[in-house]
């Protein structure tokens, strides 16, 4: 069953407003023109995909990240299952702050 990104989208659609850092990019990040904005995606490692829109930062299944990458905290975490290469507590801890929003699997009560 594919998951449903609705509440990803949703958490994120929220927090546009959200003023944030400077924009984090490297040679792999592709820039999406739309009415709203320039949404940011970057592939950082795995599966992990780092998206920028208007200010919130979103990752989807953080991975094997380090304090010396200098990424910026997230907005919203989405995971996306609880494999060991999809979720990693200390990427997690690393990127995560008081206000993020995280959408875990059905069934999982927190992380």
């Known amino acids: 069953m594919v998951p449903t990104l609705g509440p ?5 659609a929220l ?4 003023p944030g850092p400077e924009v984090f990019t490297s040679q792999n990040t592709a820039v999406e023109k739309t009415p709203g904005g320039s949404l940011y995606i970057t592939p950082i490692r795995h599966a992990c995909v780092l998206f920028q829109f208007n200010g919130a930062t ?6 094997g990240l380090r304090a010396e990458m200098n990424l910026p905290r997230a907005d919203v975490i ?20 008081a ?13």
Not at 84 to 91: G, I, K, M, T, V
Not at 99 to 111: A, D, H, L, N, Q
């Open 58 to 63: 979103a990752y989807v299944d953080p991975y």
């Open 8 to 12: 990803f989208l949703a958490a994120l």
């Open 15 to 18: 927090l546009v407003s959200v």
């Open 78 to 97: 989405l995971i996306t299952h609880t494999h060991p290469d999809h979720y990693d507590e200390s990427s997690i801890n690393l990127l995560s702050q």
């Open 99 to 111: 206000s993020t929003v995280f959408v875990v699997p059905k069934g999982r009560k927190s992380i």
